[in-house]
């Protein structure tokens, strides 16, 4: 576990002090996003379309859209999967605002071998032992990530403000449309639904499959969060979040409390230029059971910390590093969402319930070879710490690695190919691994 911690920190500090004199390759890509936008001028004659200059040659009107635009990509929780700004964006007359309807329109495919994985995420814990002879090889499609949204940005007395909202077509059998995200900004203010602020998704790596790192923090739900800046280098950020927990009541004896007390989360985080940071985050959640015969409820307290990283040490490269551990806290990672892990039996206390530890890492990189063309690499693990012995079959530890490429075939159609690698370890040492190459085009409008 030293190991990890010394690449976490060997990896942050290359990235905070290196200093480059020119754009990197992806901030290139991001200013082509922006440049292929198509602002329409709501004038009193008329609308008119509005389409920026090349740099460093705009005027301060078109600048200050400009920015607006850009702030779409710099956002602190957006993650390598979510939609472009839309290609047409709506200007009120006074252009202090914008208005438009966006989405992309995403299908992958994907082959397993030597052993299938039930669904179409590539996620360790789901990898089955013993392996099932009638699914050793299984070829799938999906249209899952498919999305629409509408977005509102400007900039009021009160400070700039958005509203977004995103549902996406991955709900039953990745075909129903769902509610993604919905909340609305105004200053360091947001209120609704949204990325956790407990979660990094900017420190994740690229990948093809919608599944991602091991120890990914992924979680959406209502909350209210306070994020000021506290100067152009430091961030820091609070907020209360509705609560969700999974419990394991196969012991018997217990049974699930309703939540009364939302989750607190927070961070800190330095940054600088293009979105580059280093951010310590933590997470306090309020778990609860009932021992029926004893008819008592409990009340415990489950928690985390993350320590994560976005930076990019030269043009062509960007790393990307998560840490996180914690205590009941486990239906919040991903590789062990599939399970009930914030509560688990305690076998020696009949009717008791304990919070168990965790820990997850995981640590990527990109290479640029072009603006259009990138290939990335990431390494995840999770590791699943019970304080008492549990059955042989019960899930230990997994990991996943993958190598991805991605061709931006021009600034709103990309494609790319990824090949996947995972393994799950069970408490009794058996376990199996797993393998897929998949295929991703997706086109953003």
Partial sequence: MKSIFVALAVCMAIGAYAQTTQKCLTEQHID??????????????????????????????????????????????????DPEA????????????????????????????????????????????????ASTRRLGTTPAGTALFFQMIGRSKLGTYRLYIEANFNGYNTRDFHLKKAYATLGPWTVGYANSTFSDPTAMAPTVDAQGATNKLSRTGVLVRYMPEITKNWTLAVS?????????????????????????AAFVQYQWGGGQHVRLAGIVRQLGYRDIAAGKN??????????SSMARPTRNITTYVTANYGK????LL???LAGNYDLVPDPGEPGSLYAPHAFGYSIGVQYNFSEKLFTSANFSQTRYLPKH???????????????????????????????????????DGSHRYARRAGLMCQFSF
Avoid at 101 to 118: C, E, K, L, Q, S
Avoid at 241 to 255: A, C, F, H, R, Y
């Fill in 298 to 307: 409990h009340d415990m307290a489950g928690w985390g910390v993350q320590l």
């Fill in 240 to 264: 209360l979040e509705n609560p969700s927990k999974q419990i394991d009541l196969s012991g018997g004896g217990v049974e699930a409390t309703s939540v009364w007390l939302p989750d607190a």
């Fill in 86 to 133: 839309p290609t047409f964006l709506f200007m009120s007359k006074n252009a202090n605002m914008l208005m438009g309807i966006g989405g992309v329109v995403r299908m992958r495919g994907w082959y397993d071998w030597g052993g299938a994985m039930p669904g179409s995420a590539f996620m360790p814990y789901m990898i089955p032992i013993p392996e099932n002879p």
């Fill in 389 to 427: 012995a549990v059955d042989g079959s019960e899930y230990r530890y997994g990991w996943c690695a993958d190598i991805n490429l991605f061709w931006n075939v021009w600034s709103r159609l990309q494609v790319g190919a990824e090949v996947d690698l995972g393994m799950r370890m069970n408490m």
């Fill in 328 to 331: 009941g806290y486990g239906g």
């Fill in 32 to 81: 082509s996003l922006v440049n292929s936008t198509r602002i329409v001028n709501l004038e009193n004659d008329g609308p008119r379309m509005v389409r920026f200059s090349p740099e460093p040659e705009l005027p301060p009107y078109q600048d200050s859209i400009r920015n607006l635009v850009l702030a779409f990509y710099y956002d602190q929780f957006r993650h390598s999967q």
């Fill in 334 to 336: 991903n590789d062990l």
